[in-house]
């Protein structure tokens, strides 16, 4: 991608990172409140998420994305893990979109260039009486950037994303594989999460493989079957 280019609706959205698909265990709360302020219910400017990696803060950036889409209101979703690929500069003008998401913005605490340019545009925003939700995985209060940018991102609602237990986990790849028409029994999906890392992005990308592998064979995901994929 040039970098002076950004598309014009922003990174591609994964069609899978939905509220529907979201299992979120101890995050009812913050998913209720980002529905909400999405459909107009909840009167929120701004939101800032932290958690750690494999939380699901990204899949819910998304989410409220494909949701904003559903309500007819025009959204941008940037993955700061690809900044080198447009520039700051890229984000003037952006405020003719209701919604702005932001994600890890903790990637950009060495650079003061892209941190000016998310100071004016959260400043246009909400001048502009649009929506702006930011993430990372520490709480704002904590980044290392310019205190302005700083003081910023701590005036609105800033919630925690929880990790999810080892059950809540086998839980969600159920909930994934009940989205895509079948059932997962507990033990092959506790049997699969005792042999693959375990952050729920990782955990995801190797479902989907088995997935793909159990369609092509025309198989059902059984123990033996994931042994034989996973090479265990």
Partial sequence: MNPQQLPLAGLPLRDSATFESFFAGKNT???????AMITGDYPEQFIFLWGEAGAGISHLLQACCHSAAEQQLA???????????????????LEHF?????????????????????????NRLRDSD??????????????????????????????????LSDEEKIQALQLRA????????????????????????????IFDTLDEAAIQAQRKLTIPFVKHVLGV
């Avoid at 913050?30 to 529905?35: A, F, T």
């Avoid at 060495?110 to 545009?121: E, G, R, V």
């Fill in 98 to 122: 209701q919604l702005i998401c932001i994600d890890d913005i903790d990637l950009i605490l060495d650079d003061p260039q892209w941190q000016q340019a998310i100071f004016h545009l959260y």
């Fill in 29 to 35: 709360q913050v998913v209720s409140v980002l529905q």
């Fill in 130 to 163: 649009r929506q702006l939700i930011v993430t990372a995985h520490q709480p704002p209060q904590t980044l290392d950037i310019l205190p302005d940018l700083r003081s910023r991102l701590s005036w609105g609602l800033c919630f925690q994303v929880q990790s």
């Fill in 75 to 93: 959204s941008m979703y940037i993955d700061l893990q690809h900044k080198a690929d447009y520039s700051p500069q890229m984000l003037e003008a």
């Fill in 178 to 205: 009940h989205n895509r028409g079948f059932e997962l029994s507990g033990e092959v999906a506790q049997f699969i999460l005792r042999r693959v890392p375990r952050d729920m992005k990782q955990l995801f990308i």
